[in-house]
Every structure is written in structure tokens, then in C-alpha cells.
């Protein structure tokens, strides 16, 4: 095989495998699109809905929502600069799960555990919409300061970690609408931290929300 045959075989069977990917996405995007459409996805369902989420420590109020992921973090920007959209998309739904595993199976969380399932499997943004239309109007008022803590052994250096954070603060977004409406300067203020930590098995990602102190 002459040395300009291999990388043309090479760089076909890569877009094959893409290709068979994205029908992939496509069709479980569609598959829970139907599952909203006929009530499949309820709250109660253990297969489908709950994930034992690890021991938190308590919030110490209603305006204080704290996350631990462990073992996650979200990817470097030198990752997903310039590749294709459908890398972003996958660690998007890596994001869903994770959240969804973090999130405290209470009632006040129901609907926000059955929206991060729905995108964990790759369910539309019309799919959200519609999940999201069941909930209350929002309760809170304010900006919202959202602070990620990425525990790690290898800190990225600065600008790599803030600009891993945008799919996991879409997914949060989506899930939690009463916290954050919008990732506006005006709804959002967003806090990037790192500490360093000996081992991997204390590795992961600490996720915080907490509303400003002059919130009513």
C-alpha cells in the first residue's frame, strides 16, 4: 500500500465512523423525543430516572445548591477547540450524567433530574422546551453565582479551564432554570477555581450555586 493510500483509507474510515455516530445521536434524540410525547418518562421510574447520587454535605440554606462530581472533569479548551461539533455534543452528555448522578432525588429536583436524563440520551432542544414548559416560573431573583472547583492532580492553566466549563453550564441551564435562567452577565456570574489534590481517586469537579447576598 503506497504511502498516500493509507492516510485516504484512513481519513475514510474515520468519516465513517463519524457518520455512523451521528445517526446514532440522532436516533436516541428521537427515541426519548417519543418517550416525552407518551408520558414514558415519569418521575418514579428507577430504571430510567434514579441514580444513587454520593454523599453531600448539607446546603446550609435554600440558597446554597452544592454538586460533587467525582472522577468528572470537564474537558480542556485544547480539546475541543476546532473539532468537530459532535465532540462538544458527546461531552455535553457526559455533563447531563454526571450532573444528573450529583443531583439530590428530592421532589424539588424531579423535573431538573428528568431533563438532564433526556439530555444524557441525546433528547432535543425541543424535547427541553417542552420538559422545561411543566415547571414553575422562576421564584428567584438576581444574579446567580456559579462557582466550579476543578480537584485535580494536574491543574490546567487558567484560560483552559474556564473555557471547559461552557457545555456543563449549558446543561445546568436547562436543568435548573429557577437557579439560572440564562448564562447572561445578568442572571450568571461565573467563578473558575482549582485545587490540587495527591491522588486520582480524589479527583473531581465541585459544582456551587448560590444566590447573590442582596437577593431578596
Known amino acids: 500500500m503506497s504511502d498516500v493510500t493509507q492516510?485516504?483509507?484512513?481519513?475514510?474510515?474515520?468519516?465513517?465512523?463519524m457518520k455512523a455516530e451521528l445517526e446514532a445521536m440522532k436516533l436516541r434524540g428521537q427515541v426519548v423525543d417519543d418517550a416525552i410525547d407518551r408520558g414514558d418518562l415519569i418521575e418514579g421510574e428507577?430504571?430510567?430516572v434514579h441514580f444513587r447520587?454520593?454523599?453531600?454535605p448539607v446546603s446550609p440554606s435554600p440558597s446554597l445548591l452544592r454538586l460533587w462530581l467525582p472522577g468528572y472533569h470537564t474537558p480542556s479548551l485544547n480539546v475541543t477547540?476546532?473539532?468537530h461539533w459532535s465532540v462538544y455534543r458527546r461531552h455535553k452528555l457526559a455533563a447531563a450524567l454526571e450532573v444528573l448522578k450529583a443531583?439530590?432525588?428530592?421532589p424539588a429536583y424531579g423535573l431538573a433530574r428528568r431533563i438532564l436524563l433526556v439530555l444524557s440520551q441525546g433528547g432535543t432542544?425541543?424535547?427541553?422546551?417542552?420538559?422545561?414548559?411543566q415547571g414553575p416560573k422562576r421564584s428567584r431573583t438576581g444574579v446567580t453565582r456559579?462557582?466550579?472547583t476543578r480537584v485535580t492532580c494536574q491543574p490546567l492553566d487558567t484560560e483552559n479551564h474556564v473555557g471547559s466549563t461552557k457545555g456543563l453550564t449549558d446543561c445546568l441551564v436547562s436543568a435548573l432554570p429557577d437557579w439560572l435562567p440564562d448564562d447572561r452577565p445578568e442572571d450568571v456570574e461565573i467563578l473558575h477555581k482549582q485545587e490540587r489534590c495527591?491522588?486520582?481517586d480524589e479527583e473531581g469537579t465541585w459544582v456551587v450555586l448560590a444566590q447573590s447576598e442582596n437577593d431578596e
Open 146 to 148: 456559579l462557582t466550579y
Open 81 to 83: 477547540t476546532g473539532a
Open 198 to 200: 495527591s491522588t486520582k
Open 125 to 133: 432542544k425541543a424535547a427541553v422546551r417542552k420538559l422545561r414548559a
Open 53 to 56: 447520587a454520593p454523599s453531600l
Open 46 to 48: 428507577p430504571e430510567t
Open 103 to 106: 443531583l439530590p432525588e428530592v
Open 7 to 17: 492516510p485516504k483509507r484512513a481519513s475514510a474510515l474515520w468519516k465513517a465512523g
